[in-house]
């Protein structure tokens, strides 16, 4: 399958890999890396030692009506993390558009033996802001079949302590030492996980020392931002942070996430500067 390349101008900005050789155990999905910014400092990390199920930027859900779509082992309430045969695929099955900044397709959750539990229609684009950033859109829509709901959930809603409702639209960064988050009117992790402030920056140093800046936003109602920065680097809109999302039977669950991608580190005032402002809001 061709190689999916993003860029802003003549710079490649990301490769968007569709169909990952993956061990199921890993979570097989279409995911971005490597992103860089304008500089050229990757951003995104894949296969990390520490969670090798975490594949640069991607959508994925470690509950989808019992079956495990994120990859690594299932946590079960009262008994805790396990290894379960219960890991499904996210398999891409038809491409809609490429362009050089754009890219789209179709593509079927599927459980273990193939069933399909979830359809979704996705677009990326990417896009100049200014000679030192640049943006990511993700257009996701995810519609359950007729007849059958399903159930969106994550280890917390499934008895996991700690604030660990990841699930969704998740980007692990590639960090030199830990970063550091903010919102407009937050800081660390502990404050901001779990928190639904409209936008969410990460600012760190690449492998290669480069510093960045990543601002997220794109909160959909119910969702919340799943934020780790101690144990390793990486931020996400949760889907089902504290209770289980539902995609009615033959209704569809619409998302876009938006990551501004910029060299340097900037402030609250440069984030400001970057992000438009709510509706309502001077």
């Known amino acids: 399958m061709e190689p999916v390349r993003l860029t802003v101008g003549a710079t490649e900005v990301a490769g968007y890999v569709l169909d990952p050789a993956l061990d199921a155990r890993h979570g097989p999905r279409p995911y971005l890396h490597p992103v860089r910014t304008l500089g050229g400092t990757v951003v995104t990390d894949v296969l990390p030692a520490d969670h090798v199920w975490h594949l640069g930027a991607s959508l994925a859900v470690q509950d989808v009506n019992g079956n495990n ?131 969410l920056a990460l600012t760190g140093a690449g492998p290669g020392g480069g510093a960045y800046t990543l601002v997220f936003a794109g909160l959909g109602r119910g969702d919340r931002w799943f934020v780790r920065t101690g144990m390793y680097p990486g931020v996400g809109v949760a889907f089902a942070f504290d209770r289980p999302a539902v995609v009615p039977a033959g209704g569809s669950r619409h998302g876009r996430y938006r990551v501004w991608v910029t060299d340097g580190t900037l402030d609250r005032e440069g984030v400001a500067a970057l992000v438009p402002k709510p509706p309502g809001r001077s």
């Open 69 to 199: 779509l994120w990859g690594g082992r299932t946590y079960v309430r009262d008994v805790g993390y396990t290894w379960r045969d219960d890991h499904g695929v996210i398999a891409h099955t038809g491409e809609i558009e490429r362009s050089p900044g754009r890219y789209a397709h179709d593509l079927q959750w599927r459980d273990r033996a193939g069933g399909v539990l979830l359809t979704e229609r996705r677009g990326l684009a990417v896009s100049a802001v200014a000679p030192d950033t640049w943006r990511l859109d993700v257009d996701s829509t995810l519609t359950a079949p007729d007849g059958r709901e399903v159930r969106l959930g994550s280890p917390a809603t499934n008895g996991r302590p700690g604030g660990a409702g990841y699930g969704g639209f998740f980007w692990r960064a590639a960090a030199d030492g830990e970063p550091a988050v903010f919102t407009a009117d937050a800081a660390g992790e502990e404050t901001v996980n779990g928190s639904a402030a409209p936008w």
